[in-house]
């Protein structure tokens, strides 16, 4: 009896490897130096020499708990204003993997080294950089053991050099990129990873569970000895001015001259304002309009940078893309661009209380009358890892006065069962119309998650009231009961094989009911008889996917098509097949089949990724939909291509295209950036849109184009 149970409990990943994932030194020592580092990645100088030097790298991938393959040393000085870290990656320079130079270089397919500071030490967020062989930088904002927003941009620099003996670089981070507390007790929670993609392996000086990635700060170690530390400046200015030319074939050109800027104070070190006037957005990328063969509208992640700092300082999801704050909602109204006058957003930390604050003024354009737009978001932490919170969001003008009301907990555990990750959520909101709330207008939702690396479950209930309407937030639907259970396992079988893990999902469910009514609205799920990812990068999957769709409204699928009223059970499978993206030349290969409502469908999804050198990288994806219903035929062709040049680290050219047959869009962004110094930028972006790209005897003819010139300049005092 006693074999079985430890056999049950071995399988279900309770009983676990408790093997101690910190090695001493777990704390490094950081050198106060006033000598001028010379910044040429090359860590040469004398105080580098003397600095603590950190050596001991363990393994998480492939070989765990062994050392790692390589000599790695990092070393850390600092002096009043900034960070420096100094790097040595031991290796033969022809097994250097290095493909990329652009800014946010994808760091799962180059060699790459990567810094995460927590300098709250609040086991909750931090900061992740980045960096390749080649100097090229990349960036995060932490929000949780999992999360991060890869669009955030920080103010740091890097330098790079490659020798017989290996790469090596230097790295400066100000603390004015960082918010932290001012107390004089600046003991830090840090971490350092090595990828040297060529053997897949991960190696970390801390923490190198395989239940949790570098982003667990509360696996991290310890920086100590910084001493009268602060901002060198408290204001940071960013203005800019903006001239281009607008075409529309239809109409007059407009030639748009435009001036604006930010405004960063810090209030305290971890205690950010930020005003902002006349808001731009014309540098961001184009976004990649998909074939959308659902009922459901798309959703676009934030691009914009004046949003994306301290994003997570007002996040409150609700489930299935459901959220009460999205900020894609600001700036335009009715699907239409309006002016930003002003904002103003407070956002930071106090001790245990996280504050985000946000007020934004939109300006009346045609029949859109002004807006204000404000919201309210807190977070109090409790133990090591939870908190308790709540927000507020308020939307008004002439026709709108919209309220919601939230309230949320979440107990998070990083140490369940000795060394597992848990996590219990419970929240809670009201919305309303001019300050009163309805009893029709509710919406909540618990969950646990299991989320490691055997087992990741997670299970969830929610449920949103039909009048529950969030103004400045995303609704995918509205008027349902859910219930959720996701289960995967990932056992490490087959080894010897060239396997690396199995990837079994025994199922995958969600249910919705219609709340009103009490009917099933909708039902998904999706079986995994078999999977895995191998040794040298590879993966592939096999899924069986079982769903239900309750239509009580046709859908338009094209202009000539409609999903008619009716109740459909459909049944699919699917294929997937990826090789190891660190590869020159590598592709990703997906095919889908099965029922369509009243017919059948074909899905076929092929991307090559070729990077020909640090400088010159492409990626292209061609989507290919063959629909065969009663009512008709419809094939869709869906082709998008990334192009990228990087003279250097601060200078490239990008190109995106994208054909869309069922939305008929075609469309290109075409931009130059170039980085005069960290923190400043120049565009130069020119955009076309074609409204009939199928005749390319149009190809000089587009519906609209702009090209727009746009200098972004840092001022700090």
Request: contains cysteine; proline residues 3%; charged residues 20%.
């Amino acid at each position: 009896m006693k074999k079985l149970l430890f056999t049950i409990l071995l399988f279900t990943g309770i009983v676990i490897n408790t093997f101690a994932q910190h090695s001493n030194p777990d704390t490094v020592r950081v050198t106060y130096t006033n000598q001028k580092i010379i910044f040429d990645g090359i860590p040469n100088e004398a105080v580098w020499q003397t600095a603590q030097h950190i050596s001991n790298f363990t393994q998480r991938e492939l070989n765990f708990g062994q050392p790692a393959s390589e000599k790695t040393k990092v070393a850390v000085l600092y002096d009043k204003n900034n960070l420096y870290f100094g790097i040595w990656c031991y290796q033969n320079p022809k097994s250097i993997v290095a493909k990329n130079m652009g800014v946010d270089f994808d760091v799962e397919s180059d060699d790459n080294f990567q810094i995460v500071i927590s300098p709250f030490n609040d086991n909750r967020g931090g900061y992740f950089f980045a960096i390749n062989p080649n100097g090229a930088r990349s960036d995060i904002l932490i929000a949780g053991n999992e999360e991060g927003n890869k669009d955030w941009n920080g103010v740091w620099d890097a330098k790079t050099s490659v020798t017989s003996e290996g790469w090596f670089a230097e790295i400066i981070i100000p603390f004015s990129t960082l918010q932290f507390k001012n107390d004089n007790n600046y003991d830090w929670a840090i971490n350092f990873e090595r990828d040297i993609v060529s053997k897949n392996e991960q190696a970390l000086w801390q923490g190198w569970t395989r239940d949790n990635s570098i982003f667990a700060v509360v696996n991290a170690g310890t920086i100590r000895g910084l001493k009268n530390i602060t901002y060198a400046q408290k204001f940071e200015l960013k203005p800019f001015t903006l001239a281009g030319i607008q075409y529309n074939r239809d109409d007059k050109n407009n030639y748009p001259i435009k001036f604006g800027g930010d405004l960063n104070v810090n209030i305290t070190p971890s205690l950010k304002l930020n005003l902002t006037s006349f808001t731009d957005f014309a540098q961001v990328e184009s976004d990649r309009i998909p074939v959308n063969l659902s009922r459901f509208s798309v959703y676009y992640p934030e691009k914009r940078a004046y949003f994306l700092e301290g994003y997570d300082k007002f996040g409150f999801y609700l489930g299935d893309r459901n959220m009460i704050f999205y900020t894609r909602t600001l700036g335009t109204e009715n699907e239409q661009t309006v002016p930003i006058i002003g904002g103003i957003r407070l956002f930071g930390k106090i001790g245990k209380h996280n504050i985000g604050l946000l007020n934004l003024e939109e300006g009346k354009i045609d029949s859109i009358s002004a807006t204000n737009n404000t919201v309210l978001r807190y977070k109090y932490d409790i133990g090591e890892q939870s908190y308790i919170g709540g927000i507020f969001t308020n939307k008004i003008n002439n026709t709108v006065s919209n309220q919601v009301l939230g309230l949320d907990a979440s107990y998070q555990n990083s140490h369940f069962l000795k060394n597992k990750n848990l996590t219990l959520s419970a929240n809670i909101a009201l919305s309303g119309k001019n300050f009163s709330f309805s009893d029709s207008a509710m919406t909540y939702r618990l969950f646990a998650d299991y989320p490691n690396d055997l087992i990741d479950n997670y299970m969830s209930i929610a449920s949103m009231q039909k009048d529950f309407n969030p103004e400045l937030g995303y609704l995918r639907r509205s008027n349902y009961r859910s219930y959720s259970w996701y289960f995967r396992i990932t056992p490490r079988f087959f080894t010897k094989y060239g396997i690396k893990k199995m990837i079994f999902k025994p199922w995958g469910f969600t249910v919705y009911q219609t709340l009103s009514s009490g009917k099933l609205e909708s039902f998904s799920n999706e079986t995994r008889p078999l999977g895995a990812v191998f040794k040298s990068g590879e993966r592939f999957e096999v899924n069986f996917q079982q769903s239900f769709d309750r239509l009580d409204e046709g859908f338009e699928l094209t202009d000539s098509i409609t999903i008619p009223v009716g109740s459909y059970w459909m049944f699919r499978k699917e294929l997937q097949f990826e090789t190891n993206r660190a590869r020159r030349l590598w592709i990703s290969l997906f095919y889908n089949w099965g029922n369509f409502y009243t017919g059948n469908i074909n899905t076929f999804e092929g991307e090559v990724g070729f990077n020909i050198s640090k400088h010159f990288n492409i990626n292209t994806n061609y989507t290919f939909n063959k629909v065969h219903l009663p009512q008709g035929d419809v094939s869709t062709h869906e082709v998008a291509s990334y192009i990228n040049y990087a003279f250097n680290t601060r200078l490239n050219i990008s190109f995106f295209g994208q054909w869309n047959s069922l939305e008929n869009v075609m469309l290109y962004n075409f931009r130059l950036h170039w980085i005069p110094k960290i923190g400043s930028d120049i565009y130069l972006v020119f955009n076309t849109n074609y409204d009939e790209p199928i005749k390319q005897i149009e190809i000089l003819k587009p519906e609209t184009s702009a090209g727009i010139l746009k200098l972004v300049w840092r001022f700090t005092f």
